[in-house]
């Protein structure tokens, strides 16, 4: 299912529910976890989670998906306890941005 998300600044990012198979390890304050990824735009993302992080604390996200390896560095935009987290993408790395975009694409299709 596709929808289209507004984000703070008139910025408009497609954003793809994710099948339950997609998944990501993090890293934050000195924790780091695996969690199931509900929805995904190139602007962010939404992890379900029960740990929670306060509002703008970093993450280190890595991505193993069938595109290879995606790592970015995130900010906490908003949290839901004890279900989850709005990440805000901050960096990804040169090689990881084509992967994170044939990602969104086979996604898109996929639903």
């Known amino acids: 299912m596709l929808q289209q998300s507004v984000f703070p600044l008139g910025r408009f990012n497609l954003r793809v529910q994710t ?3 997609v998944c990501v390890y993090w890293y934050s304050g000195g924790r780091d976890d695996v969690s199931r990824v509900r929805n995904l735009s190139l602007g962010g993302l939404y992890v379900e989670t ?8 970093t993450v280190k996200l890595e991505f193993l998906v069938q595109e290879g390896e995606i790592r970015a ?4 935009r908003r949290v839901e306890p004890g279900l989850g987290l709005a990440l805000k993408l901050m ?4 090689e990881a941005r084509p992967r994170l975009a044939a990602l969104m694409n086979r996604l898109c299709h996929s639903s």
């Open 91 to 94: 960096a990804v790395n040169d």
């Open 19 to 21: 099948p339950s198979g």
């Open 50 to 57: 029960p740990t929670s992080r306060r509002l703008g604390s």
């Open 73 to 76: 560095d995130a900010i906490v």
